[in-house]
T-cell receptor
Framework: GAGVSQTPSNKVTEKGKYVELRCDPI?????LYWYRQSLGQGPEFLIY????????DSGLPNDRFFAVRPEGSVSTLKIQRTERGDSAVYLC?????????????FGPGTRLTVL | GNSVTQMEGPVTLSEEAFLTINCTYT??????LFWYVQYPGEGLQLLLK?????DKGSNKGFEATYRKETTSFHLEKGSVQVSDSAVYFC????????????FGEGTQLTVNP
């Protein structure tokens, strides 16, 4: 079946602009996660959804970052007033439930470059 | 808070050599433990996992045993292949407070023919 998909695969923007990154999880997966991976580092947690609600947004670095999942499927990560330090690969993952033992399936990521 | 520490890399081996990548963790209770792999140009894939103490996860010739007493989950393979060249990430998911993954920094493995 189809895996997790993310669009766009690459996004180049200028400092101060607004960007939206989209994630389409595996069908039937109720939990959806966003991570950020900087070069040479492991992914860092940003936020996760159980259904439509954000169950844990403690990883969002500041109030410029916001994410939604209005219908419990597709999610959008929104970044306002982008800064050069936001440049990274943004990863989305989904799992069947939000249980610790559940496997998270990752998408290919969106590479964001802020000039 | 939770944390994962991986052995410093990169690691370079010859084909058929034995591989160990060390991973230790800090967490309360009994987290679930994972190894993810990122092949060149591809996304993160689950390699193996263990969800309780003394469990052994295995896949594609790789193994890792959940050691609660040493808070470790070392990755091993008896005979590596060139196709195993990738970045390997150790990760944990807490027993409580949701299922967010905490990753180590990753270990770059290069296997030469």
């Amino acid at each position: 079946g189809a895996g997790v998909s993310q669009t766009p695969s690459n996004k180049v923007t200028e400092k101060g602009k607004y960007v939206e990154l989209r994630c389409d999880p595996i069908s039937g997966h109720t939990a959806l996660y966003w991570y950020r991976q900087s070069l040479g580092q492991g992914p860092e947690f940003l936020i996760y959804f159980q259904g439509t609600g954000a169950a844990d947004d403690s990883g969002l670095p500041n109030d410029r970052f916001f994410a939604v999942r209005p219908e419990g499927s597709v999610s959008t990560l929104k970044i306002q007033r982008t800064e050069r330090g936001d440049s990274a690969v943004y990863l989305c993952a989904s799992s069947l439930m939000a249980l610790g033992a559940d496997t998270q399936y990752f998408g290919p990521g969106t590479r964001l470059t802020v000039l | 808070g939770n944390s994962v520490t991986q052995m410093e890399g990169p690691v370079t081996l010859s084909e058929e050599a034995f591989l160990t990548i060390n991973c230790t963790y800090t967490a309360t209770g009994y987290p679930s433990l994972f190894w993810y792999v990122q092949y060149p140009g591809e996304g993160l894939q689950l390699l193996l996992k263990a969800t309780k103490a003394d469990d052994k996860g295995s896949n594609k010739g790789f193994e890792a045993t959940y050691r609660k007493e040493t808070t470790s989950f070392h990755l091993e393979k008896g005979s590596v292949q060139v196709s195993d060249s990738a970045v390997y990430f150790c990760a944990l998911s807490p027993e409580t407070s949701g299922s967010r993954l905490t990753f180590g920094e990753g270990t770059q493995l290069t296997v030469n023919p």
